[in-house]
């Protein structure tokens, strides 16, 4: 690249992001690029990447810190949404995402973005999975719940999250052969009918403090074993989601933080 490239930095209850936004001149997005921005040492540092590109309202491309696409990020879209719709002066927002389809976000009577994250998928095929099972007791130990948000997610229900060996578990699980196209991984520890605790390894990036498509996968899962109500309260690493199954598909609200603007300077982008 010949020119400097700006950027923001966001984030959602910890989960963060850099927000490219190609709108005004074509941005192209290399793997060795996104890589090296990924980079907390020597790049920016985030959990996902999003450029913005015209379609709709807005389309959104998302970016895992390994270089691979991401079909979802719930927090990254919700603060891209709180963004625009604050741009807009308007109350409401169509996003077209890279993989997933047009989804909805409004703004709250509360002053908080909420974002229709869509349909949830439970039919192996769909989320996908290598081989028909039953996606709601998974034959992996722990039995756990297979579920898409667009990207896969497994998700394992257990008595204490603080006790998981999360950085073992999470990369082990991530990459289990019934999975073909890696998996998130989530360990839920049910408070109450509408309330959880989680934790969440997502795949391509690893542990994060946050993750809205992971807990809207978690509030389906709990919800289709009748552990809790379709609204839950989800607490993470890094801050509480709200999720509420409806029947035009799975909205999440929460914080939503931007924090900086920055320029990627021709230089360094130059030297990859």
Sequence with gaps: MTSDLPFMKMHGAGNDFVVIDGRTSPVTLSEPLVRALADRHRGVGFDQLALITDGADLTITFYNADGSQSAACGNATRCIAARELAARDTDTLRIEITGRGTLDAVRTADGTTAVNMGHPQTDWQDIPLARDVDTLSLPIDGAPVATGMGNPHCTFFVTDVAAVDLATAGAAIEHHPLYPERTNVQFA????????????????????????????????????????????????????????????????SGPTAHVFDGTLTSAFLNSL
Aim: hydrophobic residues 40%; glycine residues 14%.
């Design 189 to 252: 520890q049910i408070l109450g009918p509408d309330h959880i605790r989680m934790r969440v390894w997502e795949r391509g990036t690893g542990i994060t403090l946050a993750s809205g498509s992971s807990s809207c996968a978690t509030a389906v899962a709990a919800a289709r074993r009748g552990l809790t109500g379709r609204q839950v309260r989800i607490d993470l690493d890094g801050g509480t989601l709200h999720i509420d199954w409806r029947d035009d598909g799975v909205w999440m």
